[in-house]
């Protein structure tokens, strides 16, 4: 009988153990501040430079299906980020050139902080871009903060993406997005 309660408690330890890595290996999003956790790291993401959807095609575009994320090695083809967080279009404010607070995004501190990247992903043309980490400071005692630029980075690319689609269908559509951006 000790033996079965001893091999319990092992089981019941190991598996913990095991579902604290498996979630410190990917990370998870909080609105709020998650305070410090052992072996983590928290950033602070923001969207900068965001408008309403019914200030242009771009905005429009981009806000119905947005998402923003953490992502440590960026590949624009087949995105992988560590964690992600979507922002629904009532989250985004009415004034324009507005700030998106993106919320807490926590991962393995073995993640490489140097390679960290911000990214918005879109449902319109599958779309992902990235930023780097404007704003980070190493020796601040907040969380390093992560900046992406809404206006001159994505609402741009899908307004230039629109644009060749509906306006110049006879172009080779790379070709014009460049011609545009």
Sequence with gaps: MKIIVISALAIVILLSAIASNVMASRGYWSASDPGTTRDLTTYHLFLVGTYPSSKFIGAELVNQNLTACLDF??????PNPVVCHHIKQGEIPLANDSVVDAGFFVVSEKLNASNANICVQVGYRNMYSCNGIEGFDPYSVS?????YEMRNGIYNLARAYDY???DHPEDDLN???RQVT
């Design 164 to 166: 060749c689609i509906h």
């Design 73 to 78: 090695n960026p590949n624009y083809t087949s």
């Design 143 to 147: 969380y390093p903060k992560l900046f």
């Design 175 to 177: 070709w014009c997005v």
